[in-house]
């Protein structure tokens, strides 16, 4: 199933390379879930009354970028790229697929945010600290918060991979 290069995270590192090689390595996984799968497969809702698809969760996998590297970690004040991604619930959306909407497309605008997200950590300590919900926020808490956020989702994506075409797998 897997032509997503996944690289395997580093066993004996420093913890900042620790926490981005496990987020790397789950990053591959959501988009490993992906791989050989048509537009109309990726659109494939769960069950009902589900409509959880692979391809709302690399579109939601984009918007959580976005949120937690740029607006929050960088107070950038940037767009939901999604429409309806900025819902009342405070989830950060992208799940809901637009008509036209394509993997190409999703995998891009993800791998756009991705690398930004790269670049918002590059230069800062895990230590250093953003603004949130009235406190502030590390690093640290955002690498791992991430982590924990694909792990999720990647587990959503066996799922529904399975469900799709009975491939299982890492």
């Known amino acids: 199933m897997t032509t997503t290069d996944r690289p395997m995270p580093p066993l004996q590192a420093d913890e ?8 790397d390595f789950y990053r591959a996984t959501l988009l490993g879930k992906c791989d050989g799968l048509t537009d109309d497969q990726l659109r494939t809702p769960a069950a009902p009354p589900s409509t959880l698809t692979l391809l709302g969760l690399v579109q939601h996998a984009a918007e959580v970028e976005r949120n937690w590297f740029r607006r929050v970690l960088l107070g950038e004040d940037v767009p939901a790229i999604y429409d309806g991604a900025d819902d009342a619930s405070g989830h950060d959306g992208g799940f809901d697929l637009a008509d036209d909407a394509t993997f190409a497309a999703a995998r891009a605008t993800w791998e756009d945010e991705v690398a930004r997200s790269r670049d918002a950590c590059a230069a800062r300590g895990l230590d250093e600290t953003s603004p949130f919900m009235g406190g502030q926020v590390t690093l ?10 694909y792990a999720r989702h990647a587990g959503h994506a066996d799922l529904l991979r399975e469900r799709i075409d009975g491939a299982t797998g890492t």
């Open 140 to 149: 640290r808490w955002v690498y791992s918060h991430m982590i924990g956020e």
């Open 16 to 23: 900042r390379a620790t926490l981005a090689g496990w987020l």
